[in-house]
């Protein structure tokens, strides 16, 4: 498949499914800060083990290619340190780069000027960029890239992990969001 | 008809079901890409972009933006594509739930008055702090973790501790 045509196609499934989970609403979004909606947790977790257990499957009958994909490198310290920079820019601006262009489409002006913001802290980054290069590769692991290589156990078992990791996320997600005022709906103004 | 429609959008799906859907693009992505789905890898791009129209000689000499407006066609890469589908495919989504309403959003839990601050002061983090990751929560968070990469569950573990932590900081209004 062609490049744009599998941009357009994989980006466009991919925006119409976060736009279906709510998930170009500032308030559902920082509702998982909260602690009273937890639909990220929950749609993350399911993505994320929906994802690496078809992967497995893939890699074991021989139609993904184990060691073709791109698996990050572990600058674990650039990892936390960007991490703890996007955590806050969500709990303060109210999305995720990506939600954030869902939230633009659906006429949301707030979406907009994160967006700016967005560009205005890549030009900051650029411009001293020369001072804090060190910082994007902050504390290598060498030896491992995968949970997996790291602990010297199989895939599978980290993926059976996750998977009773993703059911007590939707339990206590549940009861937490039970004992709060809910997840926010689509009729909330 | 209509009006009572646009006083009701469609609700937002189940989690569950959400997130098998996610994990089916998601999953899609990576036996057709070999790679997973992102976000700031575009805006980087449209940063570049920018600059070599706007402020071309410094955009040139930048370490960082110079090597992607070196050919003249920062934009030209599969992630450009991906993110005008995101807007594309929201866009249609919301359309058919009747979910479009143009406003100022967010105002209740994020900083009442002061809201277009708190929108942009949180845009210009989470970009900074995407550079130095090297990724955003769908490029390193989403699609890392499906991989079982340490970068990735790292990320999103910083991701919401700190986002938990930042949140205790804004007040709701009443």
Redesign the interface.
Known sequence: ?G??L?????????????????F?????L?G????TD??VF???????????V??LI?EKIG??ESG?????????G??????????????????????????????????G???????????????I??S??S??TLGE?AN?????E?LSVS?LF?DIAMVIAAVGV?ALGSWMEKKSRGPV???EI | MDQINQKCPAPYWNPLIAGIALGIVLLSTFALTGHGLGATGFTTRLTAWFGMYLLPVATNANDYLGGMVEEGRPLDAWISWQVVGVALGALISALIAGRIAVKLDGKKFLGGSKRPLTALFGGLLAGFGARIAAGCTSGLGLSGAAVLSLAGFTFLGAFFAVGLLASRFMKEEK
Do not use: H
């Open positions: 498949m490049t744009i599998s941009g357009l196609l994989l980006g466009g499934a991919f925006g119409f499914v976060l736009e279906r989970a709510g170009g609403n500032p308030n559902k920082t998982q800060f909260r602690l937890w639909s929950k749609v993350m977790f399911t993505a994320i083990v929906f994802a690496a078809g992967l893939l139609y993904v073709s994909l791109f698996v990050p490198p572990s600058f674990l650039a990892a936390a340190l960007g991490g703890a920079f996007v955590g806050a820019g969500f709990a303060i601006g109210g999305y995720c780069p990506g939600t954030s262009v869902v939230g633009l489409m659906s006429g949301r002006i707030d979406a000027i994160f967006l700016i913001g967005l560009l205005l802290g890549t030009i900051i980054f650029a411009g960029y020369p804090i290069e910082l994007t692991i491992a890239e995968s949970l997996p790291l895939s980290i939707f709906t689509s009729q």
